[in-house]
C-alpha cells in the first residue's frame, strides 16, 4: 500500500464556521476553523474527544478566563467572518477576504496564502509534502507538524529563549526549568514555554505566526534538522495532548504580535508602584537577623537618597533550618513580621513576598495535603514525589479545586493579612518527570504531561484571586518566573537566575524583546546578575543603565561571595547608580502609558527597532538596541570600557535626537555617538513628546507629581499627538476614574504650535504643565494660541 492511499482524507460536514474531515479508515479528524478574516485554526484528533478539552491559554480579548478553562469548541469571541469553500475532490479550498489555504486530502497538507485589497495573491507558508502529520506513530511519540521552509525565511518568538532574536537555523526545547545561572547565549531550555513564532519572508516582506495551544513539552526545530528525502522543513513536536494550531497573517509582524497578544489575552494592568525600583537579594532573608538585615536595607536606601518602591522579600523568610517552607514565618528571623511590614509601609516601600509550589516531605502542613489528595498522584494514587530546593517534596495540583481554595486561603492569612502586598509566585517550573504522574483536571483525571505547563499559570492565577478578593478596590501586582501563554493576564515576569557576566546583559536584552514579540510584555532581568561572582563597579552601572528602561526594574542576586547587589555597592558610583534612578522615577509616566496601551491597544512596551521600522531592512541585522514604547531607542552598553557606541539610527523622514546632547541625526545611518560612564545612550525619535514626572523627588518626597513634557519637534514641518494617562495609580475602577492629557504638537520651521487638552474624571495632582524643547532649538513656542517665556529651561502653563 503506498503513502498516498494510507493518508486520504474525506470531507464530511461544515457548520459554524468549522469544517470537517477525517482520514479514511481510521479514527483521526480533522477541522478547520475560520475566525477572522485573517486567522484560522486547525485541530487534529483521534476521535470526537480531545486530550484536553478545555483551554486556558486562549482567551480572545479577555481579561481571565475561568478556573477550570474555556471549552475548546466555543467560538463566541470570534467575528466568524464570510468565507467561501471549494471540495475538488483531491483538494479542497478555504477563501477569506485576507487568507486562502488549499488542502491536500492526500495527507492533510494545507498551503497558505495571504490576499491583499488588490485582491493578489501570494504564498506564506505550505506543510511538507512527505509526511507532514504523524498519523500513525511511525515519526516518534506524540505529535509533529512538519513545514516546509526557505532560506529566505526569519523567524523571531518562542518567548524567552537563549540567543539571537531571528530564531533561524536552531532548535528549541520548548520546557520550564530551574537553570540558575544560565548562558544567556547558549542555554535550552529556561524557565518559560511560549509556543508561539513568527514567520517573515525576506522577499515577500509578509509574516505570519502560528501558535499551538498545546501545554506539553515539546520541541521547536527552526531548520537545525534536514533530510534530503523530505526537503528542506522545520517542525513541532510535542510528547502528548491534540494537535490545535493558530495561524494569523499579519501582513507586518507588529500585526502579528498584536494578534497574538488579543488572542492569548490582556496584559495585567498594574499599580503604578510597580514600575519603582524593587530591592531583592536572597542573602538578607537567609540571615539569622533576617528582619535586621531588610530594615538595614531600606535604612541605606534613605541614608543615600535611592528612591525605592518595593522590595522582594526571598524565600530565607520560610526557612525551618536550611529549608524553605512555604507559608511558614520564621519567627527567630522576623520576629515581629507584622511590624516589620509597617515600617516599611511608613517610609512608603510595598513588600512582594516569595511563595513556591511544593511542599518538602517534612513540611508541617504536608500530610494535611496529602491527606486530601492536593498533591500531584502517580497512576496509584500515591503522591508522585520529586526533587525540589536540596530535598524531595510534592507539587500542589492546581487543577484540584480543593488545592486551590487551599492555596487562596493560606495566601491570605499568611501574607495579606500580615500587610503583604503582592505574591512573588516563584520556582513554579514543576519538575515533574515520572510519565505516570496525574492531576485531578478538575474532576477529570488527566495526565500531568498533557497540563505541565498549565500549573504555573494557575499558581499564579490563584494567588491573583486571592489577592483580588482580598482587596477588591485595588489592582493586583504579582510576578512570576515560569509561565506560559496566558501569564500576561496576572503577572510581571522576569527572566530568571541569571549569570552575573557583560554577556548576560547583552543576550538578556534579546531575550525580553523575544519575549515582547511573544505577548509577554510586562518584564525585565536580575540587574548585575543573580548568580555567580559579584560584578564589577563598570558592569554593575551599565547594568542599572540597561534595566531603568525595561517594565520591571529590580536589582537582585545571590552572589557567591555573599554580597549583595545594591545600588551603594561601590563608593565611587553610588551618586551614578543614584541619578539613573531619579531618571527612572521621572519616567514613570511615560512607561505607565505604554502599560495601559499594552493593556488596552495590546501593543508591546520593549520592542525591536523592526517592530516599528519594519521598512528599513537594516533593522533586522542583530544588535543590542531596543525600543521602548514608540519613541525611544535605547542603544546599551555591553562591552566593557565603552565611551561611545555605535548605532543603527533606522531611516525615519524626520531623524533621530540624541537625548543627553540634543543633537539631531538623520535617520538611515550608522553614528558613533558619546556613551559616559553617567548615563546610556538614549535615541529620541524626532516628533516625539515624552511625559516626565518634572518633581524634584527623593526617597523621603517620592510621592511629588509634577507633569513635563519633553518636545523633540521635526526639523522643517510636522504634526504628532500623544495621549497621557492619568490615575490614582492604584484603583480597580481606573476605567471609569481616569483622564487623558492629550499633546498635538505642530512644527514649521520657526513655530512651534502646541495644543494641550484635559478630559476625564480624575483630578490631576498637579496645578501646571512645563514645557520643554531641545537645548539648540530656538523656535517659537506657542501653547494654545498663547506665545511663552522659557523659565529654567521651560515654559510653564497653569492648567
Sequence with gaps: MSLRERYQFQFLAEKNNTLMFQLDQSDVIARVFVLEEDMLRVMMTKGEELEVKKTWLVAPGMDDVPMEGRDRFDLTPYSLPHYRYKNEGSTFTIETARVKVNINLDGFKLTWFAKDSSGNVQQIASDRQTQAYNFDGSLGEGIYH??????????????????????????????????????????????????????????????????????????????????????????????????????????????????????????????????????????????????????????????????????????????IGDKRYVFNWNTDKFPDAKGFINDFHDKGVKLCANIKPALLKDHPLFHELKEKNMFILNEAGEIEMAQFWDEVGAYIDFTNEESVKWWKQKVTEQLLEFGIDSTWNDNNEFEVWSKNAVCNGFGEQTNFENVRSLQPLLMMKASYEAQKEYAPELRPYLISRSGSPGMQRYVQTWSGDNYTSWKSLKYNIKMGVGLSLSGIYNLGHDIGGFSGPAPEQELLVRWVQNGIFHPRFTIHSWNDDKTVNVPWMYEETTGLIRDLIKFRHRMIPYLYTALYNAHEKYEPILRPTFYEFEHDEKTFEENDDFMLGESMLVASVVEKGQRERTVYLPKYEDGWYDYHT?????????????????????????????????????????????????????????????????????????????????????????????HYSIEGAYKLPYETIRFYLPENDERKLLVNGKELTKENKGYVVKI
Design 662 to 754: 540634543s543633537q539631531w541625526y538623520e535617520g538611515g545611518q550608522t553614528v558613533r555617538i558619546p556613551a559616559p560612564l553617567e548615563y546610556n545612550p538614549l535615541l529620541i525619535k524626532a516628533g516625539s513628546i515624552i511625559p516626565m514626572n518634572d518633581a524634584d523627588s527623593s526617597f523621603a518626597d517620592k510621592t511629588k507629581d509634577e507633569r513635563g513634557f519633553f518636545l523633540f519637534p521635526q526639523k522643517d514641518a510636522g504634526v504628532t499627538t500623544y495621549d497621557l494617562f492619568e490615575d490614582d495609580g492604584i484603583s480597580a475602577d481606573y476605567q471609569e476614574n481616569h483622564t487623558i492629557v492629550s499633546v498635538k504638537m505642530e512644527a514649521s520651521s520657526d513655530v512651534i504650535n502646541v
Design 146 to 319: 512538519y513545514q516546509k521552509r526557505t532560506l529566505e525565511e526569519q523567524y523571531f518568538g518562542l518567548g524567552e529563549k537563549a540567543g539571537e532574536t531571528d530564531r533561524y537555523g536552531k532548535r528549541y526545547r520548548m520546557l520550564s526549568v530551574d537553570p540558575m545561572g544560565y548562558d544567556a547565549q547558549h542555554t535550552d531550555p529556561l524557565y518559560k514555554h511560549i509556543p508561539f513564532y513568527i514567520t517573515r519572508n525576506k522577499q515577500t516582506k509578509i509574516s505570519f505566526g502560528i501558535f499551538y495551544d498545546n501545554m506539553a513539552q515539546s520541541v521547536f526545530d527552526m531548520g537545525n534538522e534536514m533530510d534530503n528525502y523530505h526537503g528542506w522543513y522545520r517542525y513541532y513536536q510535542s510528547m502528548a495532548g491534540d494537535l490545535d494550531y493558530y495561524v494569523m497573517l499579519g501582513p507586518e509582524v507588529k500585526d502579528v504580535v498584536k494578534k497574538y497578544s488579543w488572542l492569548t489575552g490582556k496584559t495585567i494592568f498594574a499599580p503604578k508602584w510597580s514600575f519603582g525600583y524593587s530591592g531583592s537579594t536572597m542573602t538578607y532573608t537567609d540571615a539569622p537577623d533576617a528582619q535586621e538585615q531588610v530594615k538595614k536595607f531600606i535604612n541605606s536606601c534613605e541614608e543615600n537618597d535611592i528612591i525605592c518602591d518595593s522590595f522582594q522579600l526571598s524565600s530565607g523568610y520560610t526557612s
